[in-house]
């Protein structure tokens, strides 16, 4: 049985970081493990995600340049390292995981069968 579950979120500043960790209990080899958020009145949005084999990582345009995602295999963690942080960046932010056979990861939600419930990130002066 996965299990996911978030920690890290919270109340930052504009231009402040903030890093995400993701649990991940029940993950075995060739398993993605991708990061959404989704803000009130939005539809979903992948952000990141990372294979538990290769390490192979894909960011959401959001993200690219401003946010890091990286696996501990021994710790069965996942974090998100965001920097550069904007009032848009607030959201509910989940982490995700399906098994995968290729050695990549999807930014699509329907991909994911195993999701968290999620952390808030709040970014405001």
């Known amino acids: 049985q996965v299990q996911l579950v978030e920690s890290g979120g919270g109340l930052v500043q504009p231009g402040g970081s903030l890093k995400l960790s993701c649990a991940a209990s029940g993950v075995s080899d060739a398993y993605a493990i991708g990061w959404f958020r989704q803000a009130p009145g939005k539809a979903r949005e992948g952000v990141a995600c990372?294979?538990?084999?290769?390490?192979?990582?894909s960011y959401g345009d959001s993200a690219e340049g401003r946010f890091t995602i990286a696996r501990d295999n021994a710790e069965n963690t996942v974090y998100l390292q965001m920097t550069s942080l904007q009032p848009e960046d607030t959201a509910e932010y989940f982490c995700?995981?399906?098994?995968?056979?290729?050695?990549?990861?999807?930014?699509?939600?329907?991909?994911?069968?195993?999701w968290g419930q999620g952390t808030q990130v709040t970014v405001s002066s």
């Open positions: 990372i294979t538990t084999t290769n390490g192979r990582s």
């Open positions: 995700a995981a399906y098994h995968q056979g290729n050695n990549w990861c999807s930014l699509r939600a329907p991909a994911y069968d195993y």
